[in-house]
C-alpha cells in the first residue's frame, strides 16, 4: 500500500490487561480511532512489555501471542489474537533508520499484551500485519527520541506506529479502590506531559527532572514508548493531541496522544478499570500490567 499522506501515529496509554475484554471510556476511544483510521498497510507497536538489552523489531510471517502476565481470569490467557506478520516490513524497518541499528527477530518475541490489548480494540478483527519493536533498557531518553524521529518515513509508507505504555505507571503504589482516579503527583506529573506533548514535544526528555517523575516513571519502560511519538512529532514539526485522559487505580494515567491529521472525539462511557490482581497478594514484578 503506498499513500501519499502520512498514517497517524498513537500513544495509547493501556492499563491493565483487563481492557482487552472491557467496554470502558479508554477502550471506547481506541475503538474509534481504529474505525476512523485509513487501513495500514501494516502496524508498528512499540510495546512497554518488550525492553531488552538491545532494539530488535519482530520478523515472523506469524508472530505469537503472549500472555506475559500472572493472576488474571482464564478468559483473559484464552485470548488470541492472530494477526500476521511482516517479514518484508521488518526489513524496511531496518534499513529506514540507519546508521541506527535494528535487529530482526525471527523467534524469541511475538506480539505481547502491550500491544495485543490495544489492538483487540483498534483492529479487533486482527487483519492487519502487526510488528513489534523492542525497547532497548541500556539506552537513554535521546537514543529513544531520536530513533523514532527516524521511523518518521514509514508513515508515507502506510505503516501506522502504535507505541503503547503509560505516562504514570507505579505498580507499588496501585490501589484499585480507588478507580477511576489518580494521586496528586500523578496528575501534575500527567499534566506538565500533556503540555509538552501538546506544545514542543521535543522538550519530553527533560521531563525526567520534573518533581513528581520518580514517583510517576519508577522504572522507564512504560513511559519509553511516549519519547518515540515525541520523536514522531519533532520530525514532522507537529504537535500532539490528547484523544482521551484519566487516571486509573491511584497510580495510573490512560492519556492517549495522537499524531497526524485525523479526529477523534473523546468518548462519554464511563471508565472501568477491569478486575485486577489485589496487589497485596501478587508479588509487583507478576501483576505487570
Known sequence: MTTAARMPAAFIGHGSPMNTLELNRFTAAWRDLGAKLPR??????????????????????????????????RELFEYDYPAPGAPDVAQEIVDVVKPAWVGLEHDSWGLDHGTWSVLAHVFPDASVPVLQLSLHSGAPFDYHFDLGRRLAPLRERGIFIVASGNVVHNLRRMNPALGDTAYDWGERFDAEVKSIMTSDPGRLPAVASHRDYALSVPTPEHFLPLVYLA?????????????????????????????????VPRSRLQASGGEVPDPASVPPEQTNL
Open 40 to 73: 495500514p498497510r501494516a502496524v508498528l507497536s512499540i510495546s512497554a512489555h518488550w525492553f531488552i538489552q538491545s532494539t530488535a523489531v519482530t520478523a515472523m510471517a506469524r508472530p505469537r501471542v503472549i500472555h506475559d502476565f500472572y493472576g488474571f481470569p
Open 231 to 263: 520523536g514522531l512529532c519533532d520530525a514532522a514539526g507537529e504537535r500532539a493531541r490528547a484523544f482521551v485522559e484519566g487516571g486509573s487505580m491511584g497510580s495510573i494515567t490512560m492519556t492517549g496522544y495522537l499524531l497526524g491529521d485525523i479526529a
